[in-house]
């Protein structure tokens, strides 16, 4: 990772819901969805409230195997499209919450990738239904003309 470790949602098509602890995130532009748990969960909700990789870090003590996933979970989710580095910092630092969360989540890194909704989550609903069967079946290919 580069000396940026601070991240913002890479496009405004990327929504994100909590659920029991566990965050929901939906991409749609590509139309996948993934499955942040446990650390994932925690190091997601850091850095989209624009803490840095350092400031997440921060209270765990050297050597500890979480600092390094932490870095390993901001880079999979920029390259999953999630996140984008960026260089405007959150002005408020986290709140207890977050450390104290981070210190006491497993050191796994679960990031679950879902895409077998991804045809119907990207598709227009309406032009892409087929006229006879509705939503959400999509129009039949056309025929190629010859």
């Not at 470790?5 to 405004?12: E, K, N, R, W, Y």
């Not at 679950?112 to 119907?120: K, M, N, T």
Request: aromatic fraction near 6%.
């Amino acid at each position: 990772m580069s000396h940026i470790d601070t991240f913002v949602l890479a496009s405004p098509d990327i929504a994100s819901e909590e659920f029991d602890g566990e965050f929901v995130v939906l991409d749609l532009g590509s139309g996948r969805y993934f499955s942040l748990s446990g650390l994932a969960a925690v190091v997601w909700r850091g850095l989209v409230d624009g803490h840095p990789v350092s400031m997440l870090t921060a209270g765990l003590a050297a050597g500890d195997e979480r600092i390094a996933l932490v870095t390993q979970a901001a880079n999979a989710l920029v390259g999953h499209g999630l996140l984008r580095p960026s260089t405007s910092p959150s002005a408020a630092p986290p709140t207890e919450t977050l450390p104290a969360a981070l210190a006491a989540a497993e050191p796994v890194l679960r990031i679950e990738v879902f895409d077998d909704l991804a045809d119907l989550l990207v598709a227009d609903p309406i032009h892409d239904v087929d006229d006879k069967a509705g939503w959400p079946h999509r129009p039949a290919p056309a025929e190629p003309v010859d």
